[in-house]
């Protein structure tokens, strides 16, 4: 689109050329900000909460002048300004796949402002790796010879104490990921055309499942909390409501389903709304981003959701699926995501 624009300024007038320019820069911040919101493109975009009142009035022409804020309206905003010590360990266990040595490399872990070197708003963190030189593994790839020696990055930040609804989301993905997991076994199961005796015990694994993570669902209780708005109350009584709908569903298939193949339908149908109801639009930490330095150049990075790596003493299942736990991750070169 850029170099459109640049050959028609060219041949056309001056006027024309600086409209098509507007009309492009307009589209592609309008394309940039509806996949950012759809989850389909990454960038430097940060989404917060601004705390605004607006007031209007039928009134003639209004003066210009400023007001100093209240004093109640000062306590009332405070209550969202108070934060929480947070604490990130990460153990690098392993780094391979290396296309080429080039320069050593260096890992950097950061959440926010915090963790990154070059910004200077933040005090310095233990936040990066020592520098590593690749070696080759004999067969196409490099990899940094930690051996023993495993490098280990640890950052304290400071946040708004939003667990109760980090927790709730885990709890939900839980629910969700336990029932994918057992959808995708009946579905293997059909394509490598088991038995019906066997469908039929993958598939009641499945409900008696279902029924007791719906029964046995709980989240945190709002009373009390600091930071409560009208939205966490809403989103609590919608959880509430469809995951009884979905236990009450799942009991009345139980019963009278007759066709296991049948029953896949309701059962995607349930998954999809559990997805749904596992986002939060109040999520207010930010993403951890692990990038890889080649010299001082960032080269490659990779993002986890803070609530995936979260800890709650709530319960189990409100901590997050990979908090303390060893994963592979693959990172990607700095750009726009093709997927």
Known sequence: LFVLSVCLSVCLSVCLSVC????????????LSVCLSTNQGEGVAYRGRVLIELSTQL???????????????????????RRRKFSL???????????????P????????????KLDS?????????????AVFDG????????????????LTSFWEDISHRLDSVNIILYIADRLESNLTSLRTAILAKASEARLAEIWLKLINHMIEDLSNFQVPEL??????????????KLRDSAVASIREMAKRLKEEATDVIATLTDIEDWLERLKQLAEEPQNSMPDVVIWMLRGERRVAYARLPANQILYSTYSEQACGKYCGRTQTIFMQVLGWRTD
């Open 20 to 31: 098509l320019s507007v009309c492009l820069s307009v589209c592609l911040s309008v394309c």
């Open 59 to 81: 009134d003639g022409k209004a003066d210009r002048k400023l007001d100093n804020i209240s004093s109640d309206d000062i306590l009332m905003a405070q209550k969202y300004q």
């Open 89 to 103: 360990c990460a153990v690098f266990h392993s780094s391979c796949m290396l296309q080429e040595p080039g320069e």
């Open 105 to 116: 490399i260096q890992f950097e872990v950061s959440i926010g402002n915090y963790g990154n």
């Open 121 to 133: 708003t933040c005090m310095p963190l233990a936040s990066t790796t020592q520098y590593s030189c």
């Open 139 to 154: 067969n196409h790839y490099y990899y940094l010879p930690w051996a023993g020696t495993k490098p280990v990055v640890i």
């Open 223 to 236: 009373e009390g909390r600091s930071n409560l708005t009208a939205l966490d109350v809403q989103i609590k």
